[in-house]
């Protein structure tokens, strides 16, 4: 959506303050030993007591109210009874959701407890780079600039981007145009970012995959060469200077 009125800024606000603090506490409340469905249980209550709905069950009917991956899982992994988290996991959550007709994205990737599997690295440069991509977009910038960008950071830290994983327009539904934010330069995309737009920008920063590839179930995501993703992302409104970042809230960056 591009942001015309007052009202519509003040409403992306509180959709996005939804998502970004169900994010930050669901990250503080995971430990070892509890299931991914108890995490997904206790966002759902945060995102109830602010009256927004899960976006991927509205829109998709996704068999739980966040996106909850683990380890080898990229991304849109299913909350389940049988999943306990460990030491040392790396686990990916998205929450996104829509409240009084708006609707905002986040997530972000984290090591739950210590670092025993070495995946901080791989959080980190997904985290730098997506705070350089989104501070170089402003009105006018072409998105496969920005895509080159992410790509180019994250070879000259030794990792890949996965190509078919994309940000996306945002706003009064999940997912709108622009539909392809890649993370890496698409040279046939020459759309630029708009002034007064709102989109979801993501890194999708992997150790030897390009490509996420869909399990039996559906809905999870794994890459086709194996290996791990660490993923973060915020939604934000393109300006002529710096963006804001509408779900700064989740700490991510911090």
């Given at each position: 959506?591009?942001?015309?009125r ?24 995971a430990q070892?030993?509890?299931t ?12 109830s007591d ?17 996106c ?37 994205d ?14 901080q ?40 981007v996965?190509k078919?994983l ?12 622009p539909s ?75």
């Amino acid at each position: 959506m591009s942001i015309t009125r007052n009202e519509e800024l003040i409403g992306m606000k509180k959709a996005s303050e939804a998502v970004a603090y169900t994010l930050k506490e669901m990250r503080n409340y995971a430990q070892p030993g509890m299931t991914t469905k108890q995490l997904d249980n206790y966002g759902a209550k945060i995102l109830s007591d602010f009256g927004a709905k899960s976006a991927p069950y509205l829109t998709y009917g996704f068999p739980g109210w966040t996106c909850i991956s683990v380890n080898n899982e990229f991304c849109h992994g299913i909350p389940s009874d049988n999943r306990i988290l460990k030491e040392g996991n790396l686990v990916n959550i998205d929450v996104s959701a829509e409240l009084d007709g708006f609707w905002s994205d986040n997530g972000g990737s984290f090591v739950l407890g210590e670092d025993i599997h070495q995946h901080q690295e791989l959080i980190d440069a997904s985290k730098q780079i997506l705070h350089e991509a989104i501070y170089n977009i402003k009105g006018g910038v072409r998105i496969s600039e920005i895509g080159q960008l992410i790509e180019t950071e994250a070879k000259k830290r030794g990792y890949k981007v996965i190509k078919n994983l994309t940000g996306h327009g945002i706003g009064r539904s999940l997912h709108e145009g622009p539909s392809n934010i890649a993370n890496y330069k698409d040279r046939f995309n020459l759309t630029r970012f708009k002034k007064n737009a709102v989109v979801a920008i993501e890194t999708f920063i992997a150790t030897t995959s390009t490509y996420a590839e869909t399990l039996h179930d559906g809905w999870t995501m794994v890459g086709n060469k194996g290996g791990f993703m660490a993923q973060h992302e915020h939604t934000i409104v393109v300006t002529d200077s710096k963006p804001i970042v509408l779900t700064e809230m989740n700490e991510i960056w911090n």
